[in-house]
């Protein structure tokens, strides 16, 4: 497809106003690599579990859109967000996740300290005459944490992660259990063919539930005013509230690429990694508390199965149908969408719109 100009009416004001996203934006390279640069190397993202660095030289990796990262506790206690990328040659230093001593990088053995300053170079005084070890240092990436999530952000001259979660931390501290206590219990990695604003948009609408997934979540929700939601910052907070005695479950939509949502029993959290315009990874893990963890002990295949797949599964066939539709002619994205239940997708295209027209 040839690549067009971003050009969409919009009004982010104006809360009841129509937002058209053209269906050359769940496909388009060039929209992608926009939102590569616009969004995904602007924005504070989801990097890991703060519980697993509770010492120093504790570390765990990341990719941000293409950019190799890690997080690692220094000596001092502090988290230091870096580009685990190799001044020297650019060798990546660190694998997965893992506790060391130093940095060491396996290429030229190039060492480290904890927070990234060069140490030690072999045969420095022949190989590099008058090198200022100093000078050198890997490259700082901004980092902060809220409720054991961490989070980093590649603009240096992005703002706070509070300003930029708005009120999300405070919808979130509505749920019952303490966010601080939670750990990540269970996990899954899934891989879908479609772009990842049809995954997120198929995932904060509401409107599909009573049709899609009756076949498992019917029978739970009183249609059409069991969602409530606005718009906080970037991200799009709601509410479910079910026709059977439970607590009311609270979803945050980090934008671009967390959701976050509790239930009971435990928390679902969803990163959503896009690889190309057609393709998208999903890493899904559950988080409980260690009373959750005692009242709702889980299986792995009795999670896996239930909560990571037989929802998403009555999902899947329809996102990959829309992947294809959504390049037809006929298509143009600029439909109203269902007041209420559709809020979600409303306001993730306005914050979506909001970032991509920045220049
Ligand atoms: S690339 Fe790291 S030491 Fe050479
Ligand atoms: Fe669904």
Redesign the pocket.
């Known amino acids: 497809m040839t690549s067009k100009v971003i050009s969409v009416t919009q009004n982010v004001a104006d809360t009841d106003a129509d937002v058209a996203v053209p269906g050359y934006w769940y496909t388009d390279p060039n929209i992608f690599n926009q939102e590569r640069e616009k969004i995904w190397y602007k924005s504070w993202l989801f990097a890991g579990r703060l519980e697993k660095l509770a010492n120093p030289g504790d570390y765990i990796t990341c990719k941000i859109g293409d950019e190799p990262i890690f997080v690692i506790r220094t000596h001092s206690g502090k988290l230091q967000a870096m580009y685990n990328v190799?001044p020297?040659?650019?060798?990546r230093?660190v694998e997965g996740q893992g506790k060391c001593k130093h940095l060491l990088?396996p290429?030229?053995?190039?060492t480290y300290s904890l927070d990234g300053q060069l140490q030690g170079v072999p045969y420095a005084q022949e190989c590099f005459p008058g090198l200022d070890k100093s000078s050198i240092a890997l490259t700082k990436v901004q980092v902060d944490t809220w409720g054991g999530f961490i989070f980093v952000n590649l603009d240096p001259e992005a703002g706070p992660l509070r300003d930029y979660l708005a009120g999300s931390p405070e919808h979130m501290e509505q749920y019952s259990q303490p966010w601080e206590e939670m750990r990540a219990t269970h996990g899954a990695t899934f891989e879908v063919p479609f772009n990842w604003k049809i995954l997120l948009e198929n995932y904060i609408d509401a409107y599909h539930i009573p049709m899609v997934h009756s076949p498992t979540l019917g029978g739970r929700f009183e249609m059409p005013g069991f969602v409530g939601g606005c718009m906080s910052g970037m991200h799009t907070l709601q509410y479910y509230d079910y026709l059977v005695p439970r607590e009311r479950t609270y979803i945050s939509w980090l934008f671009p690429n967390t959701t976050i949502l509790t239930l009971d029993e435990y928390v679902l959290v969803w990163q959503v990694n896009p690889v190309n315009p057609e393709f998208t990874v999903i890493e899904k893990f559950l988080l409980q508390t260690p009373a959750q963890i005692e009242k709702f002990p889980m299986k792995s295949e009795e999670i896996i199965s239930k909560q990571f797949r037989m929802v998403f599964e009555e999902d899947i066939p329809f996102c990959r149908t829309l992947q294809e539709q959504v390049k037809s002619r006929a298509y143009n994205g600029n439909q109203k969408l269902a007041k209420g239940p559709e809020d979600g997708v409303l306001y993730f295209r306005k914050a979506l719109l909001q970032v991509m027209n920045n220049t």
Do not use: E, F, P, V
């Open positions: 190799c020297h040659r650019g060798m230093i990088c290429y030229h053995h190039w």
